[in-house]
């Protein structure tokens, strides 16, 4: 289902919002949540936008113009290169909210392991590091000023949950699920005095644009390997399943329902620990057994296996997969 950079932002405001939200959390519009059709049909095309011409273009445009005025070394195209080198152009006043707190008077953004990490400049300590899956919205501020009552709250299901955060502000907002639960919110503004006098406005517009792209792609790797349902748990838009009747939803999720450590499978490739049963193989399906969501990760794991061995093709992979997902 092909997709573009518009569906990814907001109509009113034009902030970022993950594919499943079903306002945006900066002004509260409604949009066309996309969590029915990942759970129908996981691959969106979200991951496709990464390596579309028209985006690619606008990339190496934006790069090349920013890397003449900051006399950056690179003018790459490909979006993640891009979005470092943009990013890179400025130092940062930082502050984070919410279950994670960090502060910092001289920070930068840098995109690594699949992470977005905020560092200080002398010691490249991490002040904090996010998972590109786990970005729930970002928007640049608004010509009349910051915003510092955004992303107060995000809709789900017709759900709205609000959250108590304190006021923040900046250039740029970022809202993610943190790992030990709750809702955390960034804020990077420009440093006075700093390289950062030196760029135009719109750099903050142009980092929002581009880790809105990355971050709806890595979500989208992220609910097809682990499915739509547990990535919205993830996320805390919904509730966790129970996990002591069989059936039950279950999958690479932390015992106590929290996210995975920051590198730990956050790409959503390879690390969801899903597979399929062999066939044949001993013990499995058989009475005695594991029944419910413990057998489905089994033949996952399994799946998993046969095709790293070359033992399935990627068809017979896809398909199986499905089968087995089914049962849920």
Same mark, same amino acid.
């Given at each position: 289902?092909?997709?573009d950079l518009a569906?990814?932002? $907001?109509?009113? $405001?034009?902030?970022?919002?993950?594919p499943?939200l079903?306002? $945006?959390?900066?002004c509260?519009?409604? &949009?066309?949540?996309? =969590?029915?059709?990942?759970m129908?049909?996981?691959?969106?095309?979200?991951?496709a936008?990464?390596?579309?011409p028209?985006i690619?273009?606008?990339v190496?445009? #934006?790069?090349?113009r920013y890397?003449?005025?900051?006399?950056?070394?690179?003018?790459?195209?490909?979006i993640?290169?891009?979005l470092a080198?943009v990013a890179?152009s %400025?130092?940062?006043?930082?502050?984070?909210t919410?279950?994670?707190a960090?502060?910092?008077e001289?920070?930068?953004?840098? %995109?690594?392991?699949?992470s977005?990490a905020? &560092?200080?400049?002398?010691?490249? /300590? @991490?002040?904090? /590091?996010?998972p590109?899956?786990?970005?729930?919205?970002?928007?640049h501020?608004q010509?009349?000023?910051?915003?510092?009552?955004?992303?107060a709250?995000?809709? =789900? /299901?017709?759900t709205?949950?609000?959250?108590?955060?304190?006021?923040?502000?900046?250039?740029? #907002?970022?809202?993610?699920?943190?790992?030990?639960?709750g809702?955390g919110?960034?804020?990077?503004?420009?440093?006075?005095?700093?390289?950062a006098?030196?760029?135009?406005p719109?750099? =903050?517009?142009? #980092?929002? &644009?581009?880790?809105?792209?990355?971050?709806?792609?890595?979500?989208e *790797?992220?609910?097809?390997?682990?499915?739509?349902?547990?990535?919205?748990?993830e996320?805390?838009?919904?509730?966790?399943?129970p996990?002591?009747?069989? !059936?039950? @939803? *279950?999958?690479?999720?932390?015992?106590?329902?929290?996210?995975?450590?920051?590198?730990?499978?956050?790409?959503?490739r390879?690390?969801?620990g899903? !597979?399929e049963?062999?066939?044949? +193989?001993p013990? &499995?399906?058989?009475?005695g057994?594991?029944?419910g969501?413990?057998?489905?990760?089994?033949a996952?794991?399994?799946? +998993?296996?046969?095709r790293?061995?070359g033992?399935v093709?990627?068809?017979e992979y896809?398909?199986?997969r499905? +089968?087995?997902?089914? /049962?849920?």
């Amino acid at each position: 289902m092909p997709v573009d950079l518009a569906s990814l932002s $907001c109509p009113s $405001c034009g902030s970022y919002a993950h594919p499943f939200l079903e306002a $945006c959390p900066a002004c509260g519009v409604a &949009r066309s949540s996309r =969590f029915d059709d990942a759970m129908a049909r996981p691959d969106q095309g979200f991951g496709a936008l990464l390596e579309d011409p028209h985006i690619t273009r606008q990339v190496r445009e #934006v790069v090349l113009r920013y890397s003449l005025r900051l006399n950056s070394a690179s003018t790459a195209a490909e979006i993640h290169a891009g979005l470092a080198t943009v990013a890179g152009s %400025l130092q940062y006043r930082v502050r984070a909210t919410g279950p994670v707190a960090a502060a910092s008077e001289r920070g930068r953004l840098d %995109l690594v392991d699949e992470s977005v990490a905020i &560092r200080e400049m002398s010691s490249s /300590r @991490d002040l904090l /590091r996010v998972p590109f899956a786990m970005i729930l919205a970002a928007a640049h501020a608004q010509e009349d000023g910051p915003r510092p009552g955004a992303w107060a709250g995000l809709a =789900f /299901r017709g759900t709205v949950e609000a959250e108590t955060t304190q006021p923040i502000d900046g250039n740029f #907002v970022m809202a993610f699920a943190a790992e030990n639960g709750g809702l955390g919110r960034l804020a990077l503004a420009n440093q006075r005095g700093l390289l950062a006098a030196k760029a135009r406005p719109d750099h =903050f517009a142009i #980092v929002a &644009r581009w880790l809105g792209v990355i971050a709806a792609a890595a979500a989208e *790797a992220r609910w097809t390997a682990v499915g739509a349902r547990l990535h919205a748990v993830e996320l805390g838009l919904a509730a966790a399943p129970p996990t002591d009747t069989p !059936g039950d @939803d *279950a999958g690479p999720a932390a015992p106590d329902g929290g996210l995975r450590e920051p590198g730990a499978g956050e790409s959503g490739r390879g690390e969801s620990g899903r !597979g399929e049963p062999g066939r044949g +193989e001993p013990g &499995r399906g058989e009475p005695g057994a594991p029944s419910g969501a413990a057998s489905v990760k089994e033949a996952l794991q399994v799946l +998993e296996e046969l095709r790293a061995a070359g033992l399935v093709s990627d068809a017979e992979y896809a398909m199986k997969r499905s +089968e087995i997902l089914d /049962r849920l």
